[in-house]
């Protein structure tokens, strides 16, 4: 638990595509702020701090070590994470960093042991669950309304280009269920609960890229419920349903859709309603974008919240690794064929 009065200091590594939602989002937590931005490209760097009113830039990471700073946010590509969180580890600063952990699971289980070792918390910035369609969702599901839940369908199909602002992304091998099938795999685990046998078939339906591009998983939850997390970038449709994650959930007393527009249709004996989660209204996000922004400042906000309280992160790193778990067994079940069991690959799940 870290106890102060002041707001908690924070550097910012990685001034890519993604970051100017962290660096608004910042502006808005309570509690924190970020007082350095580092990125390998000075030019970027420097342009962010500017933009964002941040008093120091830099590149070197290993200004990690300087003693001043409560926290870091690293928001730069998988592969640089092992190295990154290992200065932070050293220097006794608590992490929040952008999904993926890392590009397999032997990389995640040697990142969350070293930082446990070292009692340094580690969050992962998974911020769909922290969409507000999604916690009203889990709400509804925690009050019993539609009973016990036994099946769930989760969807995120379309075709926005990613390839253009995330160029690396044609050459990356574990592409759509490391890009988003991790975050529908966390959202599935926080809806649905753990599960421990996952079947996948991928597929690279673009030309000329490295990796999928769609993949379908179907989930043995531990509870019994069984799930389909559905995910792809090359669905065409008109209007685009980016970044909407669609679906339904069943229960024994009911069935709750997940529809287009933030629309929840809540189906019981009662009959039907339909509630509808408004955007935040926030100046600095626009559409597509808005509803992932939003998640952007509670995904953030819950991390420095945990910090001062003392409480455990909803997605620690040591959390998140059954999600990583499923990953990994999404792959090796499309490699091979068969049902893979999460016991296969670690055992103390």
């Known amino acids: 638990m870290i106890a102060v009065s002041q707001n908690l200091k924070g550097l910012f590594i990685g001034a890519g595509f993604f970051s100017r939602n962290h ?87 040697r990142i969350e042991a070293q930082a446990r070792a070292a009692g340094v918390p580690v969050m992962l910035h998974e911020n769909f669950r922290f969409q507000k369609i999604f916690r009203r969702l889990r709400e509804i599901l925690s009050s019993g309304e539609i009973g016990e839940v036994t099946f769930g369908r989760l969807n995120w199909r ?6 253009t602002n995330q160029p690396y992304l044609i050459e ?14 966390d959202l599935a685990r926080y809806l649905l609960g753990d599960a421990s046998e996952v079947s996948c078939f991928n597929q690279s339906v673009k030309e000329g890229i490295a990796g999928e591009d769609a993949a379908t998983m179907l989930l043995r939850h531990d509870n019994k419920a069984v799930s389909v997390v559905d995910v792809s970038y090359a669905s065409h449709k008109s209007p685009n349903l980016f970044p909407q994650t669609l679906g339904e959930i069943e229960g024994r007393l009911g069935t709750v859709e997940i529809l287009e527009g ?57 959390d998140s690794l059954k999600t990583y778990a499923l990953a990994e067994a999404a792959y090796c079940s499309a490699a091979t064929g068969r049902t893979v069991a999460i016991a296969e690959l670690v055992k103390e799940f």
Request: hydrophobic letters at 45%; glycine letters at 6%.
């Open 262 to 318: 933030q629309v929840l249709r809540i189906h019981t004996a009662a009959g039907r309603r339909d509630e509808v989660l408004a955007a935040d209204g926030r100046s600095w996000t626009s559409e597509p974008w808005t509803q992932i922004q939003d998640s952007v400042p509670r995904t953030q906000q819950h991390f420095i919240d945990c910090l001062r309280s003392g409480r455990d992160f909803e997605t620690s790193a040591g």
């Open 158 to 163: 379309n075709d926005i280009d990613v390839y």
């Open 172 to 185: 990356t091998k574990r592409f759509m269920i490391m890009d988003v099938g991790i975050h529908m795999l």
């Open 23 to 109: 660096l608004h989002a910042w502006a808005e937590v309570e509690g924190a702020e970020i007082a350095a931005i580092c990125d390998r490209d000075p030019q970027r760097a420097e342009a962010a701090a500017k933009e964002y009113g941040i008093a120091e830039w830099g590149t070197d990471a290993a200004m990690l070590q300087s003693g001043r700073f409560d926290f870091v946010d690293i928001c730069t590509t998988m592969e640089t994470h092992e190295a990154l969180i290992a200065l932070a580890v050293q220097a006794g600063v608590p992490v929040i960093v952008q999904k993926p952990m890392a590009p397999d699971l032997a990389t995640c289980l």
